[in-house]
Structure formats: C-alpha cells, structure tokens
C-alpha cells in the first residue's frame, strides 16, 4: 500500500500569519528560483514530470515542483531575496500549488523527509506559509526556523526567531487534536506522532525552555512543559478530543507534581493513586503498538494481497486492545477524583498563628 502524502508535510496547522512588511505581487510566490547549489546530488522534478534535472542556480520553476538532495548535496528555493528555504543533505520537498481560503493565500511545502530551513523576513500578510511533514504541520508567527523529519515518524521543529506554531496530523494529512504547542525563539520541540487507527500515541520532548502545549482539544487548558521535559500522550483518533492520558517520562509540567494524568477539557486528573499508573501505562503501551502497527500498513509499497490482509488484521487486533485500555482507563476516572476529594477533605489547613512568639492565641 503507498504511502498517503498529504499535500505537504509537517505537522503542526499553524498557517503562518505574518505581518510583517508591505506585500509584494503575490503572483511571485507562484514562482522560485534556484541558488546556491552545493554538491553534485541536488535535483529538481516539475510536477507530472517523469525526468528529474540537476539543479543550476538561476534556474526558475514554479509551484507543483519537487526537490531533493543527495548525501553531499544543498541548495536554496528563494522566492524573491527576503525569502526563501534551504533543502540541507537528504531532503525531499514537495512545493505545492498555492491555494486560497477565509482571505489568505496559502504556501505549502511538503517535507517528506531531512531538513530545511526556512526564513521569511518580507512575506505577504495576506498569505500563510506552512511547513508540513507526514504527521505534523508548522507554521510561523515568525521569521526563521528549522523542520527536520524521518522515517520514523519524528518531527523536529526548532524556532530561531519569534514564535512558530506545531500540531499534529494524521496519514491522510487532515489534522487532529493530539497536540498543539506555541514554540517561541530558541526553542525546539521533538515530537514523534503514531496516529493509529482508532487511537493515537504521540511523544514530546523540549529543549530551550518550557514551552506551553494543548493536549487533545486546542481548547484544552495549555499545560507548560518544563524545559528538558520528555511527556507521552494516548487518545482517541478523531478530530477532537478532550479526554487524553498523559505520562511525565521526564521532566515535569509546571505547577503539577504528578506523573501521571487524564487531561480533559480544562480538568487535569491525577492519575497517580491506586491503579492509576497501571492503567495509563496499559493504555499507553497499546496506543503506541496500534500506531507502529499503521505506520508499517502505511508504508507497504508493493506488499502482496496476503500480506496487506494480515497487516490489516493485525492493526485490528491492535486497534481493539488500545480501545479496551482506553475504556478500562476512562472507567477508573470517578474513583480518582474521589481519592482526590477524600485526601483534600482529611486534610487539615491550619491558619498561621497570631502575635510574637509564634505562640498560639486563647
């Protein structure tokens, strides 16, 4: 089975909005030129093309094209001299025809797999920008920042100025509320998205300070991961979803000292009492085997009847057990919040004494 690539790839539907300096004639984003090419590995295919060229500076395309570079290879895409994106070794980029919707003309480009680095010092405000890989999408309230991807599903997006915005996908490129995280300058965010069938797993990690993430519905309270921090989530596979599981692998989240939670809505649940732990770990493990299991179904270019089948069954059979976690998980729900309640009520708040001595009053 071949692998869905949505029109562009990286997570993250943060349809960059700048507004920036005066725009200029939108019909050159419809256009780029080549520069700087480094290597010899450094190729560029127009769309419904079969030949690939070697990549020249000065050479012009437009949209619909497709680039990639080798081991030793680079080079930029300028759309005008204030910007543009640079394809670093191993890189395949699909630029993809502009569309247009609510007012905003929309610039995609589609990673499916290395690096680029994109800076936008003059880009139109009537136009968004974003880059989007095969289970995330960005874009960028900001100038300059790095998307890097592999075959393991694993997003990284490093912000080198002003802020850039993060979320997931899944395989059919249509976003779901696995996460949603505002990334400001200097900070970089790793996510590894395993959307499943029925359920999805997702894992994160920061670097560069804390960063404030959604889980679930973007309208879901943000949760401030601490700098250095590693969080897993397990959820629902569906467009929105307000109830996710999440476990604190390292780090912490600012304010709470748990490590394990039931986030819903604006309601944070300590899960860390009784079989609290059990049951996300349960659910968390099983959400991750359903999402590998889709992934390897994804990616089965040229894979027999048979064995399509039996990697579909197989996803099924996944699919089931991460729901019944799920289930057995959202179940125990009450009995914590009761554990909570009952340990708030047998404790006793004693109000500071009053006069010198720290002596009681009578």
Known sequence: MKQRFPTVVFAAVCALQLSLLPSFAA???????????????????????????????????????????????????????????????????VISPATRASGFRKVNLGLAQGRVEVELNAFPKDHEFKVQTPTAVCGAVGTKFIVTTDAANQSTFMCQESSITARSLNYDGKEYDGFVAEIGKDKTLEATVTPGKENSYTSLKTEGGAIPIAVGSKDNKKLEVEEGSRIELAQEQTVETEKVALKVEKGG?????????????????????????????????????????KSKLERAEGASESDTKKMEEDLQKAADKATEARRKMMDARDVMRRTVSDALRNTTIRPPSVGGGGGSSR
Not at 43 to 71: C, F, L, P
Not at 266 to 290: C, H, I, R
């Open 253 to 293: 989240l600012k304010g709470l000292n748990s490590n394990y939670y039931l986030v819903e809505g604006n309601e944070v649940t300590d899960y860390s009492s009784k079989d609290g732990p059990a049951l996300v770990n349960n659910y968390l493990a099983a959400a991750k085997e359903e999402g590998k299991l």
């Open 27 to 93: 019909e050159k984003l419809e256009n780029f030129e080549i520069q700087q090419v480094r290597g010899t590995s450094c190729k560029i295919q127009s769309m419904g093309a079969s030949e690939w060229k070697s990549a020249r500076d000065g050479d012009e395309y437009k949209e619909k094209s497709v680039g990639k570079t080798g081991a030793d290879g680079n080079f930029t895409v300028a759309f005008d001299e204030n910007n543009w994106f640079r394809l670093l070794p191993k890189t395949e980029v």
